[in-house]
């Protein structure tokens, strides 16, 4: 009797195990239709600068050093990139500049290169208008506008021109424009010339995107833009106290403004436990590259190369579970609503990520937790494009006023 109590009881627990594996897999199959039936974007991306990086790579080509690619877009059912011309504080003036238009020249290259996949998106309308041809929708984006020169608004005029449709002022140094969330104030917020650049981007067009600023800084972009404002990669600092993080203050503002904030992947704003290890593991290299600096001085390429190989050979913190990174999306849903979340993943730009995810087509698994949660098909829509696209549009709307 006993004997078959436990068989009865084993195949149950078969059963129940094979449902759940059953259902697991119906979630991920309506999760891959949903991404390829949704206009899914993403905004940020920073496979321009690995491009740059990789002379003899093609989009077309799936690479072990990009997370990004033509095939894997089309695999994941992404159709609005927003690939980003990203431009590093240690590269000033004329410098800056330079770089930023060869990383245009990237973007607007891969447009050239595959007119029958690609297309270049200068309005949000752009974006479902690719989609039903059944192309992808390149986003042009700024993220530092160190390239900007001082007193020289006639370069936001030709970024626009170039494609460009947002920019974030700086990055994780102050600059001439704006302070940053990373760095020690400088202006108190955004700079004189900083505040004709917001203005003549609502002018222009361009939304403007506050991850990276100091909290100041994004207390001036909703006190000085007219239209809404995006944060395009940035997590919630309650949840991982990082500076780069937004607190609640400012993600209400963000909503009440009609803004959206589209989350990361990157872990070290994703977990907390996480970001402790990285600070520790950070504090450990900076102090042997004191040393390194100190013993090689004025040997800057060995000094270089020395630095790549300890970095490459201290080990990394085990990356947290996707499961934190959902923490993030339920919380501005709670906060603000579902209305004022997205995705902008940090692709190609990061170190480390939520365990799960591998590259770009992992974006299936972000789709099976949202409808895990509940969440229905015109909310993921939300989630995918039609939040940031309402921005964009009310972005151009101001701009035609």
Same mark, same amino acid.
């Given at each position: ?13 078969? $059963? ?30 920073? +496979? ?9 790579? =093609? ?27 990203? +431009? ?41 208008? =690719? ?19 001082? *007193? ?10 170039? *494609? ?7 990055? $994780? ?19 004189? !010339? ?63 403004? *009609? ?5 990361? !992947? ?59 990174? !959902? ?9 603000? /609503?579902?209305? $004022?979340?997205?995705? &902008? ?5 990061? &170190? ?15 789709? =099976? &937790? ?11 829509? *939300? !989630?995918?494009? /039609? ?15």
């Amino acid at each position: 009797m006993y004997f078959r109590h436990l068989l009865v009881l084993l195949a149950a627990l078969q $059963f129940s195990c094979s449902a759940v594996s059953m259902r697991q897999d119906d979630i991920l199959n309506r999760s891959r239709e949903l991404n390829q039936k949704l206009t899914v974007l993403d905004t940020h991306l920073d +496979t321009p600068s690995r491009a740059l990086n990789l002379p003899d790579w =093609a989009l077309h080509e799936k690479s072990e050093e990009t997370l990004v690619d033509l095939p894997r877009m089309r695999a994941a059912g992404v159709n609005a990139p927003f690939m980003v011309v990203y +431009t590093s504080p240690s590269l000033k003036g004329q410098d800056a500049l330079v770089h930023a238009l060869a990383l245009s020249d990237v973007i607007s290259g891969w447009v050239e290169d595959y007119p029958r996949e690609l297309s270049l998106a200068r309005a949000a309308s752009d974006v479902p208008a =690719a989609k039903r041809d059944g192309k992808i929708s390149v986003v042009m984006c700024m993220e530092n506008s160190s390239p900007i020169l001082e *007193g020289r608004l006639d370069l936001v005029r030709t970024f626009y021109r170039l *494609g460009v449709r947002y920019m974030s002022l700086c990055h $994780f140094k102050n600059n001439h424009l704006c302070d940053s969330s990373t760095d020690d104030p400088l202006h108190g917020g955004v700079s004189k !010339f900083g505040e004709e650049v917001i203005a003549e981007a609502n002018r222009l067009g361009i939304m403007l995107d506050v991850s990276h600023i100091s909290d100041d800084a994004v207390r001036d972009h909703l006190r000085l833009s007219k239209a809404p404002i995006i944060a395009s990669h940035s997590n919630v600092r309650k949840l991982c106290d990082h500076p780069r993080n937004l607190t609640d203050e400012l993600i209400r503002g963000i909503a009440r403004g *009609g803004g959206v904030i589209q989350l990361n !992947f990157a872990a070290q704003y994703v977990s907390a436990d996480y970001l402790v290890k990285y600070n520790e593991r950070k504090a450990l290299l900076e102090l042997k590259e004191k040393e390194i600096d100190e013993r090689l001085a004025g040997q800057e390429e060995k000094a270089k190369a020395e630095k790549e190989k300890l970095s490459a050979s201290t080990p990394r913190p085990p990356p947290p579970p996707l499961e934190d990174w !959902f923490e993030h999306v339920d919380y501005i849903a709670d906060l603000v /609503g579902k209305d $004022f979340v997205g995705l &902008g993943s940090d692709f190609d730009g990061i &170190g480390a990520w939520p365990g799960e995810l591998k590259d770009i087509t992992s974006i299936e698994l972000i789709t =099976a &937790g949202l409808l895990k949660r509940g969440w229905s098909e015109k909310e993921l829509a *939300g !989630f995918y494009s /039609g939040n940031l696209l309402r921005v964009w549009r009310k972005v151009e709307e101001v701009a035609g006023r």
